[in-house]
């Protein structure tokens, strides 16, 4: 006893293994197999560690306890050395990239079915030279209704019929506020067409929504007549709905115009026979308009006895409805793609 045959088990011998086998570790290649063969030479059965254990019985008795401790904390760090370098991220067996795949699809866009129609209305008008112009959805009193002409005691100036945000401000109930604000920020000669979001405070159903879109127009020069209005609005409504369709004016009355008209088309679905559509009436109407009223032309300072103009104003989703065959406009608010996707 004391004496041990090969005279290695040493606290030095074991520092000495111990360390070879963390460097072998941490410089394998990582992969699973290096890191095993690591493992079989060092921790194995018939490994070099268990070699040392297998010396314990040849030391002598008082320095047993401590090289056992000795050889435990090696075969500790070693095993710590070899978990530490997890072999995952071993080199690739494949390419990250695999090019013979096809190609991800990127899903196109379109426009909402309400852009996509105030864009084929601009697309006519703009042939016939108008310009677009543009006003905010929140809006002074004064352009929604007192220079468009409309007295303070008017229905649609009451809170059940607008948008009431402070005392002088509202959320706009018609896009006729653009005239003002084009006819104060330019001089004739203006043609132009104003498209946006209006509001109101109506129960939603079918045919009404609280927000809902508008497209108006204005034209203002010296000798503008009624005359330019019906060739303009008769062109219109033929890039809309084909050259052979017939336009009937009503008499009517708005605030802001002076006279007024309300503008029906033939059916484009029946032809004028009368169906279900024109709810058999052969006409469908389409838009207001009129002679923009002398007093509006007071508000913006303009010289009523030198300009004359003409304006009107169509609901977007009406025309779209009708475009479409859409029954019930609230399913253009919904961002159903089901339903959006169809056009
Ligand atoms: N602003 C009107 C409305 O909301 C529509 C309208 C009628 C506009 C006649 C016009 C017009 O420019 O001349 O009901």
Known sequence: MGETTQGSLTP?????????????????????ADLEAVRV??????????EMYSQLGVVAPEQRPIIGQLLNAARQTIEQALQGRPAAPAAPSRPAFDFTLPGRKLPR????????????????????GFEVAFGPEVELDYYNFEALNIPADHPSRDSFDT???HD???????????QIRTMENRRPPIRVIAPGKVYR???????????????????????????????????????????????????????FTEPSVEVDVSCFVCGGKGCSVCKRAGWI????????????FRYVGYDSERYTGFAFGMGVERVLMRRHGINDMRLLLENDLRFLRQF
Request: aromatic letters at 10%; hydrophobic letters at 40%; a negative charge.
């Open 201 to 255: 405070p109506d129960t939603v159903d079918a045919t009404h929504g609280f927000l809902f879109h508008q497209l108006e127009g204005l034209v203002v020069d010296e000798g503008v007549t009624m005359a330019d209005l019906k060739y303009v609005l008769h062109e219109f409504a033929r890039g809309l709905y084909g050259p052979d369709v017939k336009m009937r004016f009503r008499p009517s009355f708005f605030p």
């Open 168 to 178: 002088d401000v509202l959320l706009r109930s018609q896009t006729s506020t653009v």
């Open 285 to 296: 109407e389409i838009l207001g308009a009129g002679m923009v009223d002398p007093n509006v």
């Open 109 to 128: 866009g379109r426009l909402h079915p309400i852009n996509d129609t105030i864009e084929a209305i601009k697309d006519i008008f703009k042939r016939l």
């Open 41 to 50: 030479r060092y921790l194995g059965r018939k490994g070099l560690l268990r």
């Open 12 to 32: 030095e011998s074991i520092r000495e293994l111990q360390d070879r086998a963390v460097a072998e570790a941490a410089s394998a290649t990582a992969t699973p």
């Open 163 to 165: 948008f009431f945000l």
